[in-house]
């Protein structure tokens, strides 16, 4: 059923949907492990879909952490609001984070979490999200998203490389998790 929803919001907007199907369990376990929300007190998601990052979340970060997530696609936040109910989740864009995070009463957080499709995205659009991230995470705090293994060789995925390192002061990647359609890598940026 999750599947056929996302599958249907791909075939609307493939760009900015970026996968065909929702991330695997495995996935979710790396990128928030990766991210260090169970050691956060203030999580933001950026890009929940139908939800397969932010249960994980809701289900590792330490108990009276805040959690804000922010996703452009309306059918989206009504399934991520269903799926996850505790959860305050912005109907806009991740490049405006800042606005989202304040009127949440947050002025920055430990750590994002990104399931955005970057290597889709032109370089002005990663620059803005990216520029965004920058922004509203903490001194040392941590900027995690995942891409698929092959967008690396792809000039867009080489340039989402470039961009983190030009803003970030160290960045790392997981191992591929396999058991993912297709298999995945999170970046590890660190602000
Ligand atoms: C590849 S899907 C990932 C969904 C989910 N995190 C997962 O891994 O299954 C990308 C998600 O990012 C959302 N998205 C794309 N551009 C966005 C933006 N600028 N701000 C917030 N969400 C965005 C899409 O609507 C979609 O839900």
Request: with cysteine.
């Amino acid at each position: 059923m999750e599947f056929l929803s996302f599958f249907k919001q791909y075939l609307a907007s493939p760009k900015y949907v970026g996968g065909f199907a929702p991330s695997s369990r495995l996935l979710a376990e790396a990128i928030t492990e990766a991210a260090g929300v169970s050691r956060a007190s203030r999580v933001v998601e950026f890009g929940p879909g139908t939800g397969a990052f932010t249960e994980v979340i809701t289900k590792k970060m330490p108990p009276g952490a805040s959690f804000v997530a922010i996703e452009l696609r309306e059918d989206f936040v009504k399934a991520v609001r269903k799926k996850c109910p505790a959860v305050q989740v912005f109907h806009g864009s991740a490049a405006d984070a800042r606005k989202y995070i304040e009127a949440a009463g947050m002025d920055c957080c430990d750590c994002i979490v990104s399931g955005l499709p970057f290597a889709l995205f032109e370089d002005e659009l990663q620059c803005q999200i990216l520029d965004a991230a920058v922004d509203i995470l903490k001194p040392g705090g941590i900027f995690a998203t995942f891409t698929y293994f092959f967008s690396p060789s792809f000039p867009a995925g080489k340039k989402l490389q470039q961009n983190l390192e030009a803003r970030f002061a160290r960045v790392e990647r997981t191992p591929t998790v396999w058991l993912n359609l297709f298999p995945a890598f999170a970046y590890r940026a660190i602000k």
